[in-house]
C-alpha cells in the first residue's frame, strides 16, 4: 500500500523548459547584483562554493579561478548544470527575490493540482525530492499559475541529504518520512534516481513528458505521461 509520493520537480511536476529558459537564465542575469548587494545572506553559500572549487582544483576539473568572487564559477557551473548544494542555495535566494517582485511565475503541468487534491482525499502524503535548495523548491509550488500548492506537500529534500542517485539518500528519507521504502513511491523522469530509489526498496515510476531527455534501459520501469495515471 502506497502512502507517500515522493515527486521530482524538473520534468515530473514541472516543464524541464521553464527550470532551464526561466529559472536558471534569470539566476544568471541577477547573480552578480545579487552577491554585491547580499553579502552577509549569501556568506555560507559562498563558503559551500569556494570549498567546492578547491575539490574542482585537486580533481583537476580546471574550473575558473575565483580572482576574489565566485561569480565567474557560479557561471561555470550552470554552464554543468552541476547539482551543487551551494550554487542551488544561492540560486534560491535569487528566485525568492523574482517571486516576490512578481517577475518570476512558476509553470506546473495540468494534471498537477488535480493529483495532488485526489492524492490527500486519499490520505496519501506528498513530498518533494530535488537538486534545487528547499528553498527553491517552496517558491516554486508557492507560485504557480496553478495557485499555491504548499498545502498539499508535506515535506521538502534536497541535495543536503545526499545525491539524488544514491539509494542511501532514499533511505534517509525513509527514515524522515517514518515509513518503510515499500509504501514510497518515488516518481522521477531520471533512470538513475529511479534506480537508486529502488535500489532503497521503493516503488517507482518513469515521467515521459515533452521535453524530457530520452532516459536509457527506461525498460526497467514502469512509465507514465501523466500524474492522471497514478
Known sequence: MTKAILLDIEGTTTPIAFVHDVLFSYARAHVS??????????????????????????ESNEPPPLDGSVETYVYWLMLRDRKSTGLKSLQGK??????????????????????????????????????????????LFAHTEAGDLTPFISDYFDTNIGPKTNAVSYRRISGSLELPPDEILFISDVVAELEAADTAGMKTLLSIRPGNQPQPNNDRFRIIHTLHEV
Open 94 to 139: 535569487i528566485w525568492r527575490e523574482g517571486y516576490r517582485s512578481g517577475t518570476l511565475k512558476s509553470q506546473v503541468f495540468d494534471d498537477v493540482r488535480p493529483a495532488f487534491e485526489r492524492w490527500r482525499e486519499a490520505n496519501i502524503r506528498i513530498s518533494i525530492f530535488s537538486s534545487g535548495s528547499v528553498l527553491a523548491q517552496q517558491l
Open 33 to 58: 547584483d545579487y552577491l554585491a548587494q547580499h553579502a552577509d545572506e549569501t556568506a555560507a553559500d559562498v563558503a559551500q562554493l569556494e570549498e567546492e572549487h578547491r575539490r574542482d582544483v585537486s
